[in-house]
Structure formats: C-alpha cells, structure tokens
C-alpha cells in the first residue's frame, strides 16, 4: 500500500509574480512539482498575490477584516483576494465572549472584596472611566500590590485577588513572580482589568500614563515581557475565559521566543491584505514577527503533517508554529547571513538565522557550499542538513525564438545589483574586454543597493556608453533579454545557488560562473572563474564572443545538462526530507 503523502505547511516571503528573485522563483516552482506529486502545500505569505499565480496550492494570506486570513484555494484561484474565513469567530466561542454586556462575575466579587477593603472610593467600576477614578488609589494600589507580593493576609482582599487570579494559575497563563505581581497590582488598580486597558495601547507596549509607572516598578525584562504576553491576551479576549486568554498567551510566548530581537514590536504590526509586495524595507524584524503571529493563528488548527520554512523572515513563524503545535519544522537556507553581508553580519538576523536552523528538525541546504557554511558557521550538524539542488521550468515554446537584429554582441548581467553578486567585477571584466572588443555591449538587468554604484563605476572607467542598465524585469522582458544574449555572465562572491545560470542555458545562452556559487556544483558545460579574477573572466568572456563553435559547443551541451536539473527531483527529495523529519519527531515521542 502506498504512504500517504504529508501534507505541508510551507511559509515564505515571496511568491510570484512578485519579486522574481530566486526566492520567489524557487518557492514556485518547488510547490508545482510538489503538487504534481499530489502533495498538498498550504503556502502562507505575509501579502497578498494574484490566485491564478498560486491555482496549485491553498494560498492563505492576510484577510479584509481586522484579523481573518484569507484563502485563496486551488477551487477559488481565479479571485485574487481569495475567500475571507475569520478562524477565531468559530473558534471555541471567541466572537460570542466579545459580545457586549457579557456579565464578569469575577469583576463583581471583586468589587464588592474591593469596596469592604475601603478602596472603592477612588474606584469605578462601569463604562470607560475606570481609570482616571483609579489613578487617586494607585499609590495606595501600589502599595497594597506590594505587600501582596509577599503574601495577602486581609481576607476580603486575599479572596478578591485569588479569585481574579486563580483560573490564570490554572490555566498556566503565566509562568513569572512578576507577572503575578502586575495581575495584582491590576486587581487592586480596578474591579475589572479590561476596562483598565484602552484597545491597542498594550500592544505597543504602552499603558496609561498613570498606572505604567507602577504596574511595571520592579520587573526584570523578562518578566515584563511576560506580564505583556498576559495582558495583551486580557485586551484581545477579557477575563471572562481563561482558556482563551491561556492559548493567546501560548501563542505570543511562542512567537516571543522566535523572535526576541523584536521585542515585541509585530505587535502593532498589522498585515495588509490584498494583492501586494512582500518586500525587504522598513522594520523587518517586526514584521517577521508580526507574520508569525498571523501563521500560527491561521494555521494552528489544520491537519498538516510537516512545516517548511523558506529562510530567516519565515523562521520565527515556524519555531512558534511548531511549538504550538508539537509538528516537525524543516528549513530551507536560500542564503546566510554571510552571503548577504560578508563578514560583517546583521547579529539580530544571524541569531534568527541559527535559531531557526538549530530548532528545525531537518536542514535543507541549496547546495554543499551553503551546507558547509551551516556546519562552520552555525554549528549545525552535517547529519541532519540535507542537499537540494535547486530546478529550472523550460518552456520549449520560449526557446529558439529568433534574437532581434544588431550589431553588436551582448553579455548579460541578470539579477540583483547587491555587493553578494559582485557586480563591480563585471564592469572591471567589461572594461578589458572593451580594451580588445568594440562591438560588444554590456546589459545589466536588475536593480538594487549597488546600482548607482555600478553606474558611476561605469562611468569612471570611460565605458558608461557600453553598459545598459534596464532596471527591474519582470514578465515577457525575462526571456526576451535572455534571447537577446549572446553570453550570460554570473560573478557572484558568494552564491548559495543561483537559478539564473539555469534558465539562461533553458534559453539556449551560455554561461560564465562564479566558482563561489552552489550552481557550479552541478554544472559541468559552464565556464567558471573566480569572481575576483577579472583577467581570467574577460579572457573567457572574449573566447566565447570571438569563437562560435566554442559558443555552440557549451549552448547545446548545457541546454542538455539542464533538462535533467528539474523542480521534479528537488521535490522528491523535499518529500523525502519531510518523511524523515516525520519519523525523527516519532520517534522521540516513543522514547
């Protein structure tokens, strides 16, 4: 009998038609040969994408309403903000417990315990003006929460707080001394805690002036993050319900643990809903967090078997998610840290980065460069990092087409203008070239940080006339500038994979690459040189212009190479890492 295929939560920053880097690109075509495999993907993003871009997966991103994920399933692809489902409306009653009016029969005893203390005249109890009333009894509050840490004698008193706090206890809401303190304090502050809180101000970790002071006098940081974590969950739910505030609490702790180093700030962060960019701008360790919290709320409920993560926005999600859920995470470094910044790494993403790889239960690695950079650099072990190259989509239909007419021949840059992709050693490699050949121009297709560096570079070696920059592609212009190619040159310094080489030689181009890249793993008809050797890549860049036979002979071998380079074979390694990762989980269980 045949296993069951595992069924997939797969998170990820982007999805075309969106930023066609290798990313998105590689999350694409991943997830259609997964489901030609009859695996069933759910895809969560952080932004909304076209449906008929993702007909092939259930496509869960940020709903209309305030916090209802919206579906775009394989049925529904045609709509592109897919089909609004709020969760927690259906789930355990949550919409009903914020009716209004709902009787608080804790907050009623706790009045009436309050009122024979003798603190009920600076107190009220009804509408929105609980606090201002409050503030003249807060030191005198303060106080009171004070001896309380140390034990309440007074029976009213005593009895009041308990009854407040014992189904929090129970429910294991929260964990701190501190955290009981701030309960206390807010017991004796008002009758009823949520009227305490204007809606929104806990979660920019801020509260009204008059009482933050002392709610928070004496906590460490840890255990105000705590008494946050709590109190975030009072103001989304009340106290009415313990259980709901419990798996709240459970959810932000999670997803405070995956990402410290946002301290909390995703918490104001709402996920816009729509069809729209992920992108890599603003705070984005915010915003990992604030797609974590999104994840874990609106997938904490599917069946799945296996969460896969796609590099460091999307960790944090997975750790929360898996530790809610108790199911094996496996994730998928596209790059590190050191690819993206050399020796001088961002700490708060490097963290995130090894968290990640140490939490997952299996490693995927885009190649042994990257799979050694893991060992090396984030002490992960070799056994559990696994190899999977990345594919290529050939479209028979694109290929061949006829090159627009020219003179001159065309060595094409494609891919992010980043110092990772060594776009400096191009010009430099193009300005010798030029030095023995005239009929040649450089095209440069992309965009990014190093751009108007690449241009003023080009411009001081007195060959800006020679080297075109098209800015972003997207589209159609994709295979048309790879037609229009007569070589595709890729000088990264440090490549983890590199999926353009492949589909250059998908479009019948040559190819020159970085031997500090993943791809050159796996090509064998391609040129290699190291991306600081600019006399080796010119001297190559001119032997593959000026002899067409030497042209021909690495098209068509490559052309052949890479047809057996496919999503297909990556997607069944996929599967069989998630087994494993299954089976590992399993197994621990058993022991």
């Known amino acids: 009998m045949t296993a069951r295929r595992p069924k997939v939560v797969m998170l990820g920053w982007e999805f075309p038609p969106f930023i066609t880097g290798g990313l998105g690109t590689a999350c694409h075509g991943l997830t259609k040969a997964l489901a030609g495999m009859d695996v069933d993907v759910t895809f969560v993003l952080p932004k909304g994408v076209r449906g008929d871009e993702a007909s092939h997966v259930d496509l869960v991103v940020p709903g209309h309403g305030a916090d209802a994920p919206s579906i775009a399933t394989r049925s529904t692809a045609g709509d592109a903000s897919g089909l609004a489902q709020d969760r927690r409306a259906t789930d355990r009653g949550i919409a009903a417990r914020r009716a209004a009016g709902m009787p608080d029969t804790n907050a009623r005893a706790a009045a009436a315990a309050l009122a024979a203390a003798g603190l009920h005249g600076g107190l009220n109890t009804g509408g929105g003006g609980g606090l201002s009333a409050a503030a003249g009894s807060i030191s005198g509050a303060h106080a009171l929460g004070a001896r309380s840490a140390r034990g309440i004698t007074d029976s009213a008193l005593g ?4 009854m407040i706090a014992a189904p929090f206890l129970a429910s294991g809401a929260y964990t701190s001394a501190g955290a009981r303190m701030v309960l ?18 806990l979660s920019s970790e801020t509260l009204p002036e008059e009482l933050a002071p002392e709610l ?11 008494a946050l974590t709590m109190l975030e969950a009072w103001e989304r739910f009340g106290t009415d319900d313990p259980a709901a505030v419990a798996e709240m609490v459970e959810m932000v702790r999670a997803v405070r643990a995956a990402v410290p180093e946002s301290n909390g700030r995703g918490a ?10 992920p992108d890599y701008s603003g705070d984005l360790l915010a915003q990992s967090e604030a797609y974590a919290r999104f994840v874990v709320e609106s997938c904490r409920d599917r069946d799945f078997d296996v969460i896969h993560a796609h590099d460091w926005l999307t960790y944090p999600a997975g750790i929360a998610l898996a530790r809610v859920t108790g199911k094996p995470l496996v994730v998928h470094v596209h790059s590190t840290e050191f690819d993206r910044s050399g020796e001088h790494v961002n700490q708060a993403v490097y963290n995130i980065e090894r968290r990640g790889m140490h939490a997952a239960v299996r490693v995927i690695t885009v190649s042994m460069l990257t799979k050694n950079i893991c060992a090396n650099r984030y002490s992960v072990s070799p056994a559990k990092c696994e190899v999977v190259y990345n594919g290529v989509d050939l479209d028979p239909k694109a290929v061949g087409l006829s090159t627009i007419g020219r003179r001159d021949k065309i060595v094409l840059y494609f891919g992010r203008i980043t110092m990772q992709k060594g776009p400096e050693y191009f010009v430099q490699a193009a300005k010798r070239v030029l030095e023995k050949m005239d009929d040649v121009k450089f095209v440069v297709a992309g965009s990014g940080d190093q751009a108007q560096s690449m241009i003023q570079l080009a411009a001081e070696l007195g060959i800006g006339h020679k080297v075109l920059f098209t800015g972003f592609l997207r589209g159609k212009d994709i295979p048309r500038v790879f037609n229009m190619a007569d070589l595709y040159v890729m000088p990264s310094v440090s490549e983890p994979f590199g999926i353009a080489p492949l589909e250059a030689l998908g479009h019948r181009v040559p190819v020159l690459i970085s031997r500090q890249s993943g791809v050159s793993e796996v090509l064998v008809n391609a040129l290699k040189v190291d991306f600081w050797d600019v006399e080796d890549m010119a001297n190559k860049i001119i032997a593959v212009l000026r002899h067409p036979p030497l042209q021909r002979t690495l098209t068509d071998h490559g052309f052949d190479e890479v047809r057996g380079i496919t999503w297909d074979g990556a997607a069944k390694k996929c599967v069989g890492v998630y087994q494993h990762a299954i089976d590992d989980v399993r197994a621990h269980a058993r022991r």
């Open 268 to 277: 104001a962060l709402a996920l816009k809903s729509g069809t729209g960019t």
């Open 159 to 162: 009895k009041s707080i308990r």
């Open 184 to 201: 206390e304090r807010i017991a004796l502050a008002s009758a009823a805690p949520q009227r305490l809180l204007r809606p929104g101000a």
């Open 216 to 226: 928070f006098a004496d906590l460490d940081d840890n255990a105000r993050q705590e």
